[in-house]
Nanobody, 117 residues
Framework: QVQLVESGGGLVQPGGSLRLSCAAS????????MGWYRQAPGKQRELVAR???????NYAESVKDRFTISRDNAKNTVHLQMNSLKPEDTAVYLC???????????WGQGTQVTVSS
C-alpha cells in the first residue's frame, strides 16, 4: 500500500506561519519527486512547491520567498514551511509523490489551511 498522510494544517491569522508535513509509506521515498499542491473552492488545483529526488526546488510565483519545501529521506517525510501567510493561501493542501514516466503518481487526502482574521 502507498500512503501519503498530511498534517500540520489549521487556522492562522494573516502574517502567521504553519509547517505542513507529509509522511510517505509504501514507496522508495528517496527516488520520488515530492510536491505540495493546493486547491481552493472554485479554483483549479495548482502546484505550490516541488522538490525533486535530487533536491532541486521550484515554487509557484505567488509563494516565492514565503514558502520553503524540504525533505528528510531518512524519515520519508516532506515539509512545507509557510510564512507570511495571506488569506489567498487558504486552500486544501495536498501532498504528491511522482515517479518519472508516469510509473508512479500518488496523492494524500489533504490538509486544510485557513488564513483569516
Amino acid at each position: 500500500q502507498v500512503q501519503l498522510v498530511e498534517s500540520g494544517g489549521g487556522l492562522v491569522q494573516p502574517g502567521g506561519s504553519l509547517r505542513l508535513s507529509c509522511a510517505a509509506s509504501g514507496i522508495i521515498f528517496s527516488r520520488y519527486d515530492m510536491g505540495w499542491y493546493r486547491q481552493a473552492p472554485g479554483k483549479q488545483r495548482e502546484l505550490v512547491a516541488r522538490i525533486t529526488s535530487g533536491g532541486s526546488t521550484n515554487y509557484a510565483e505567488s509563494v516565492k520567498d514565503r514558502f520553503t519545501i524540504s525533505r528528510d529521506n531518512a524519515k520519508n517525510t516532506v515539509h512545507l514551511q509557510m510564512n507570511s501567510l495571506k488569506p489567498e493561501d487558504t486552500a486544501v493542501y495536498l501532498c504528491n509523490a511522482r515517479y518519472p514516466f508516469r510509473l508512479g503518481n500518488y496523492w494524500g487526502q489533504g490538509t486544510q489551511v485557513t488564513v483569516s482574521s
